[in-house]
């Protein structure tokens, strides 16, 4: 069992930055492949990064790569998301999830067998 708690979300102007963490309990950490996703209001949950169990390999989706970094620390035990030039359409509840082992397609949402609870970030314009 994982669980995971999500922090760092806030509000921020257009271009700015933030931080978001995610704090994992549970054993064997550094097995689990860990994302963030996230859901706007009225939309679906979409998926915006990923990174392997070693921290060697991350994935991006195309409207954040360039954007946001993906990172691990698998001596603390958490995943982070570096997110810079926020724009407005970021806005959104950013999830942490995670899946013991290698995924084929780390880009889909019901892959993942644990989620965080979520943390909002509000980008003003």
């Known amino acids: 069992q994982v669980q995971l708690v999500e922090s760092g979300g806030g509000l921020v102007q257009a271009g700015g930055s933030l931080r978001l963490s995610c704090a994992a309990s549970g054993r064997a950490f550094g097995s689990y492949t860990m994302a963030w996703f996230r859901q706007a209001p009225g939309k679906e949950r979409e998926f915006v990064a990923s990174?392997?169990?070693?921290?060697?390999?991350?994935y991006y989706a195309d409207s954040v790569k360039g954007r946001f970094t993906i990172s691990r620390d698998n001596v603390k035990n958490t995943v982070h998301l570096q997110m810079n030039s926020l724009e407005p359409e970021d806005t959104a509840v950013y999830y942490c999830?995670?899946?013991?082992?290698?995924?084929?397609?780390?880009?889909?949402?019901?892959?993942?067998?644990?989620r965080g609870q979520g943390t909002q970030v509000t980008v003003s314009s």
């Open positions: 999830a995670a899946r013991f082992g290698v995924m084929a397609d780390p880009s889909r949402t019901l892959s993942y067998n644990y």
């Open positions: 990174i392997t169990g070693d921290g060697y390999s991350t």
